[in-house]
């Protein structure tokens, strides 16, 4: 449908209108909110408030014209019937204009290309979050010259040149991501004699050193880049990464060509971006969302497990801190508490800075330590917050 956008105020009426109404395209009630809001946008967050429906995804029809966030609603004496449509395309398309190196690369909808040479790699993020629910995407990699990363992380400044840089030098600041590994081209057929040649000279130790290292063979990548946990089937052009994404029971699984190569646990009920980057001029992807209807059996079987989901401390703190930034950004919004969140979400994103650079190589007492030096904080900036600290880690 093509629908025309117009100015709401002239089609105002001197009435007043007790509620609104809001359906789907099949005029099911979806929900009514009374009063009306003045502002579309407020109508908008009620609309995500109540039904769980990101503003980002929210097409709104009055009759045929599409509702404007920025557009006021001056209902009549009868009340008012918007249409929602879930316009979902956000989810599986590339945020070119979030980043900060968009200039090295051509997106259109789900299709990436890196065009200039200015950077070694680029990171690409997707224009919005999965929120809730259970999604699957397909990564079709037509091109892929060396390594590549393809998976979620929950962090929407994690996209560019310069954030990778830090990341992939094992300075982690809190931007955790979950990867299917793609492997270096020498590692399967379609590697160039040069990127071969480039690639050993580049490498040092055994086979199984550069595995655990995180460089070189394809692998489930557990908590950041070069975290290698777990090794799967290498990817070269052609072949099709998929990812099934359980936000609410924090699963993601990943298949290679349709068979699954494994699954592992992520925080649950956290917002998470999909992700990729690509590596060097000509690498080109595609993301695409497919319906769960035509995900097969065996990948959906696969959230039952197995699931790698690490050490059980290092599980365990990773969801404390999730959960604690999650509280603490709603206490932020009362401007009395500003300070001590902000103290807070400091040490929290300390803690998360240690658990992804050294926290795999930690002593169990470390994660207990960590645990306590977090509830100590909270209480001493008063923070009243409904997460259970004792024996949090313990449990696991």
Known sequence: CTYRSRALRSMASTFDVPSLKVVGVNGDTLVSIGPVPTAVSDLE???????????????????????????????????????????????????LDGNPDKALLSCSGGEMILR???????????KEPLTSGTHFFELVMHKVQDEQWCGVVTDKSRSGHGCGESIYGRCHDSKAGWFYYCGRRRYHAGGTEEQEAEDHSESSGTEEEEFLSGDGHAALHWGGERRAAQKFKSVGDGDIIGLLVNIDEGIVVFTCNGKVQGACEVPRKQPLYLSTCPDRTGDHVELRKVALADVPQATLDAQRGPVYRGKAAETALSDLCYSLLSQLQKCGEREQQSHAVGVAEGAVHNTLDWLWSDGARAEPELFEAKR?????????????????????????
């Open 372 to 396: 306590a030096q977090l509830e100590e904080i909270v209480l001493q900036q008063g923070l009243n917050l409904s997460v259970r600290f004792e024996n949090s880690l313990h449990d696991n």
């Open 45 to 95: 967050r009620e609309i995500e408030e109540r039904l769980g429906i990101p503003v980002a995804l929210q097409k709104l029809l009055l009759g045929s014209d599409l509702l404007e966030s920025t557009s006021t609603l001056q209902p009549g004496d009868s009340e008012l019937l918007v249409t929602l449509i879930v316009d979902d395309s956000p989810l599986s398309t590339w945020d």
């Open 116 to 126: 200039g040479s200015g950077q070694d790699y680029v990171l690409v993020l997707t």
